[in-house]
Structure formats: C-alpha cells, structure tokens
T-cell receptor
Framework: DQQVKQNSPSLSVQEGRISILNCDYT??????FLWYKKYPAEGPTFLIS?????DKNEDGRFTVFLNKSAKHLSLHIVPSQPGDSAVYFC?????????????FGKGTLLTVNP | GAVVSQHPSWVICKSGTSVKIECRSL??????MFWYRQFPKQSLMLMAT?????????EQGVEKDKFLINHASLTLSTLTVTSAHPEDSSFYIC????????????FGPGTRLTVT
C-alpha cells in the first residue's frame, strides 16, 4: 500500500517557467513533509520541508504548499532552470513511533529545457 | 552544514564475500541513521533504522543476518553485506537525521555495489 504517491513519473518545463510537482498521501498520521532532489548515482539532497501546522513554506525559488484536507502537497519552482533537472522525491514523516522514519514517493523526473 | 559522507563510492566483489560500507555524519552528531537501497528507476527502499548504541530496526523482508548494521558512535554507522550474491548488487544510500531538526535526513552520496 503506497502511502505517499507521486502520480506523475515525469514533467517537462521550459526554462524560466514554473515547475509544479505534486504529491498525495493517504496516512493522516503524517505531520511533516519534505522534498528531496536527486541526480543519478548520487544521494538525495534536502530541498525544503513543511510542518502540518503550516500551509506554505518558501525558500528562494522553492515553495511548498500543503493542503491537509486534500492530503496533497506541491512543490513550486520559479523560475525553473536547466540545473533543476533531476528526480524529485516527496517524503512524509510522523506515521507513529519515535524512529523518525520517512516514507518516500516514487519520484518525478523533472526536465527543464533551455 | 549537514554533510554526510559514504565510503566506498563503488565496490565490486565476488560472490560469497562480504562488503562493508561506512556512513559518517561530518558536522553533526546523528543519533539515528538510516540505510536505503535503490533499484534502477525506483524509489528509495528503507532497509533499516540504526540507533547509536542499540540494535538496528530492520524493515519487513530485510534479512538481519545478511545486512549487518552497526552504529558504534554518534557519527558512524556501517552496513556489512555478508555472503554477497549478484542479486545484492544495488545502490546503497545512507542518511543521518540531524537532531537539530525534526525529520530532516541528510543523505550520503551512495555506494554502488556490484557482485560478480
């Protein structure tokens, strides 16, 4: 049972435009959400996070929006740059226990075209 | 800040041998580290949670005796793949939880293991 879903395996965007990556979750116990960026053959890099007490968090070109009632979050990248081309993973934490495990989605491959 | 190193970055070993992978948090103390495995074009699969000074917690389906995890200090965790077989070939990634933040995990660069 996939608790964190990224339904779009890939997304292609023109340089300078907005990239919107989506993520849905099913476990209402999740209360903390993160986005990671990953290049091939490298470990994921932490981008931005949001707690369930907020509905928006912004860091430079990256903004994460959380809609708890819809169990949906999105990552906006504005403006998109070719260097943003990578796989983006959505992750969620807080499913219970004190081990701070994260549950990851399957990722979305973002391609930013010059 | 929040840098995690992993060594080696790649390793080739023969079937039946054991391989040790090290994961270090360089600029923070990590009471909790995690070991993941990634298959081609797939998501990160959590193998186990490693807590400093205690036994690792393995995810369902992960063989404890095959994937030995040791977290001897606040900055070092090791994963040993024992009696490796070709099906163990994969990309192994560790992460460390920064206790200064809530859930943020910082990942190492990964280790490509090829068993021949």
């Amino acid at each position: 049972d996939q608790q964190v879903k990224q339904n779009s395996p890939s997304l292609s965007v023109q340089e300078g435009r907005i990239s919107i990556l989506n993520c849905d979750y099913t476990n209402s116990m999740f209360d903390y959400f993160l986005w990671y960026k990953k290049y091939p053959a490298e470990g994921p890099t932490f981008l931005i996070s949001i707690s369930s007490i907020k509905d928006k968090n912004e860091d430079g070109r990256f903004t994460v929006f959380l809609n708890k009632s819809a169990k949906h979050l999105s990552l906006h990248i504005v403006p998109s740059q070719p260097g943003d081309s990578a796989v983006y993973f959505c992750a969620a934490g807080g499913s219970g226990g004190s081990n701070y495990k994260l549950t990851f989605g399957k990722g979305t491959l973002l391609t930013v075209n010059p | 800040g929040a840098v995690v190193s992993q060594h080696p970055s790649w390793v080739i070993c023969k079937s039946g041998t054991s391989v040790k992978i090290e994961c270090r948090s360089l600029d923070f103390q990590a009471t909790t580290m995690f070991w993941y495995r990634q298959f081609p074009k797939q998501s990160l699969m959590l193998m186990a949670t490693s807590n400093e000074g205690s036994k690792a917690t393995y995810e369902q389906g992960v063989e404890k005796d095959k994937f030995l995890i040791n977290h001897a200090s606040l900055t070092l965790s090791t994963l040993t793949v024992t009696s490796a077989h070709p099906e163990d070939s994969s990309f192994y990634i560790c992460s460390a939880r920064d206790p200064r933040h809530r859930y943020e995990q910082y990942f190492g660069p990964g280790t490509r293991l090829t068993v021949t």
